[in-house]
């Protein structure tokens, strides 16, 4: 394992409440290499680590993998053969693969990170072209919220433990490594809204379902301060707008298909069929399968 929760002095393993890490065993990577698209880039390992204190690495051979971190909260620092540089919010730091450095986190104020490791040719032009835009191992973006949604859609991608799951993680890395290649110099302008960030990235990534506190991370707020100003733009909860979404697509699946009903929950993010009906019973006041028969 390459990425871990560990103390960067003492090496002790550590573990951060909310936290979620995907390692793909190296067999499945050196396979992917070898096959058609994920030939190209493929994502080795990804992860969210949220107030992650005592959270560092030292690695003085450098890592396999070209390393991206993107600071939504707190602060940290790293350093490379280019030098040590602080890490603040908004902060993207690109390693490449085999270059010596070591990073941690502020004692008094840990970074939440969300980061991933790649590999393959286009991973290695990509690393490139964003130290080359950046001018060193960290570009500052206006809106952070963006990268770490891809690096959050690359998790949930990995976290299948399928060949199009790897595809769907290469997918966003690309995207992830081309938007800061894009942004990492623009110049000030607005700050952008944490509210629409959050929107686009559950709309990108419905049905499956976000934990609110990642959701805050992700856009720079706290869960309060998220729900609180969620409810006043949109005018309904996170969680209520997630679910939501679930049950339109689920209305989708109903007026447009003829899967079982429990196929629909399950396409929906449902595990259980009986509490997805239970749910759309509540919100439409029919049960699925009355909801497909009715006169339209």
């Known amino acids: ?21 995907v390692v793909v065993p190296r067999p499945t990577v050196r396979a992917a290499l070898a096959r058609p698209v994920t030939n190209r880039l493929v994502v080795t390992d990804a992860g ?28 940290g620092w790293c350093r490379t053969p280019d030098g040590r540089f602080d890490v603040r919010p908004g902060d993207v730091v690109l390693v ?15 970074w939440t990170l969300w980061w991933l490791h790649a590999t393959g040719p286009d991973a290695d032009e990509l690393a490139t072209a964003v130290r080359d835009a950046a001018g060193g191992p960290v570009s500052h973006l206006r809106d952070p919220a ?12 990995l976290d299948d433990g399928t060949a199009g799951g790897l595809v769907r993680a290469a997918g966003a890395a690309w995207h992830a490594l081309a938007h800061v290649v894009a942004t990492g110099r623009r110049s000030p302008g607005p700050a952008p809204d944490p509210v629409e960030r959050a929107v686009e990235h559950l709309r990108a990534t419905a049905p499956r379902r976000t934990p609110v ?15 609180a100003l ?15 979404l679930r049950l339109a697509r689920a209305r989708e699946l109903l007026d447009a298909t ?10 929906c993010g449902y595990a259980d ?17 009355a909801y497909r028969g009715r006169d339209v």
Not at 236 to 244: A, E, I, R
């Open 1 to 21: 394992m390459d990425e871990s929760t560990v103390d960067a002095l003492g090496g002790l393993p550590e573990g951060f409440a909310g936290q979620r890490m």
């Open 48 to 75: 969210f680590f949220p107030h992650a204190a005592r959270h560092g690495r030292s690695r003085p051979d450098g890592a396999r993998e070209h390393v991206l971190l993107v600071c939504t909260a707190g602060a």
């Open 96 to 110: 490449p693969a085999r270059t010596p450095h070591e990073y941690a986190a502020d004692r008094a104020d840990p």
């Open 146 to 157: 963006t990268v770490a949604s891809l690096v959050s859609q690359a998790i949930d991608a």
């Open 213 to 227: 506190s990642a959701l805050a991370a992700m856009v720079g707020l706290s869960t309060s301060q998220l729900g």
């Open 230 to 244: 969620f409810r006043a733009q949109v005018g309904t909860s996170p969680l209520q707008y997630q679910t939501g």
């Open 258 to 267: 003829d899967l079982p009903v429990a196929a629909v929950a399950q396409a």
């Open 273 to 289: 069929p009986l509490y997805f009906s239970r749910r759309f019973t509540r919100t439409h006041g029919l049960s699925p399968s």
